[in-house]
């Protein structure tokens, strides 16, 4: 199966977590999965969020930010994977002047 997000809308999404400015995602999703590239503008973050029924997998196409991970501080620059476990909570920041752009797996568990 391909999934090909050139030929995808990009779905905005503000405060996406309580978090700051807004979120734009092309989204792939089933019952089992989601599949995402996600942009963040300069100053956008995702809110701190729980992971209670899946874990998320984030790997960094471009950009730079942080990631806080039940408390612990992770730098986000292209090549890094942050994972954040079921039962754990995390929130993304971008912290450059560029967007943070990451390709994201949630496998529901």
Do not use: W
Not at 15 to 27: F, R
Not at 47 to 70: F, K
């Amino acid at each position: 199966m391909i999934i090909d997000f050139d030929q995808m809308p990009a779905v905005t999404i503000p405060h996406l977590n309580d978090g700051e400015g807004a979120v734009s995602a092309k989204m792939y999703s089933d019952p089992a999965n989601k599949v995402m590239v996600s942009r963040l503008p300069a100053g956008a973050s995702i809110g701190m969020h729980p992971h209670e029924t899946s874990s998320e997998i984030n790997y960094v196409l471009s950009g730079i930010g942080r990631a806080v991970c039940d408390g612990a501080e992770e730098e986000l620059r292209p090549g890094i994977c942050q994972y954040c476990p079921k039962g754990s909570s995390h929130c993304i920041i971008n912290m450059g002047a560029e967007d943070l752009v990451l390709f994201t797996v949630v496998p529901e568990q």
